[in-house]
């Protein structure tokens, strides 16, 4: 069965600091992977995907994540975090052909960006 | 930039209640979903929907829960018996062929 694990529930970090959100995944076969953040009130916004290729995937807003088959991971980082970047962070395991069908989402960190 | 709009964006309906929430995915997905989040926790899987009905469903999405794509731009999740449980926020996704999807804001609902 698919699951996701994302250990930190809360991280909070300085502006400017950089940043590393954890997330483990289990599934049986080649994993579709994905990071969303939710600010607020707000939707899930897909900040970056891994489909297949190279494993470390650029997605928006300066966020990176590297997918290590060997360690069943898939870390979300940033080199120098904004304020504007907290937000509730998602990993998610996605099912079916195209990683879409549906998906299994871990159960969240929550950033904090202190002055 | 095309999205998924969710309608309304707060709900407030009182227990035993029937509830509609809508969804309008981007026009040309086939794909369509509804999720929920029940407050604190993650984001849990409801049921998928795809040339007309129900793909795949989870253990959550009882005989209570029903969709339907009424015509040809509308996606609706109508609960008929509400319970205080039901309490949530309700995210509606699309995508097309072999895309992540694409999530709307989200409708809350409150059952008091």
């Known amino acids: 069965a698919q699951s996701v694990t994302q250990p930190d529930i809360h991280i909070t970090v300085s502006e400017g600091a950089s940043l590393e959100l954890r997330c483990n995944y289990s599934y049986g076969a080649t994993p579709y992977l994905f990071w969303y953040v939710q600010s607020p009130g707000q939707g899930l916004q897909l900040l970056l995907k891994?489909?297949?290729?190279?494993?470390l995937v650029q997605g928006i807003k300066g966020f990176e994540a590297e997918f290590k088959r060997s360690q069943s991971s898939f870390n979300l980082r940033k080199p120098s975090v904004h304020w504007s970047d907290a937000a509730e962070y998602f990993c998610?395991?996605?099912?079916?052909?195209?990683?879409?069908?549906?998906?299994?989402f871990g159960t969240g960190t929550r950033l904090t960006v202190i002055p | 930039e095309p999205e998924v709009t969710q309608t309304p964006s707060h709900q407030v309906t009182q227990m035993g209640q029937e509830v509609i929430l809508r969804c309008v995915p981007i026009?040309?997905?086939?794909?369509f979903y509804w999720y929920r989040q029940i407050l604190g926790q993650k984001v849990e899987f409801l049921v998928s929907?795809?040339?007309?009905?129900?793909?795949?469903k989870s253990e959550i999405f009882d005989d209570q829960f029903s969709v339907e794509r009424p015509d040809g731009s509308n996606f609706t999740l109508k609960i008929r018996s509400t319970k205080l449980e039901d309490s949530a926020m309700y995210f509606c996704?699309?995508?097309?062929?072999?895309?992540?999807?694409?999530f709307g804001q989200g409708t809350r609902l409150t059952v008091v």
């Open positions: 998610a395991v996605g099912a079916g052909i195209g990683g879409a069908n549906n998906l299994f």
């Open positions: 996704a699309s995508r097309s062929r072999g895309t992540e999807a694409f």
């Open positions: 891994y489909f297949s290729g190279d494993t």
């Open positions: 026009s040309n997905h086939l794909y």
């Open positions: 929907f795809y040339n007309n009905e129900i793909s795949e």
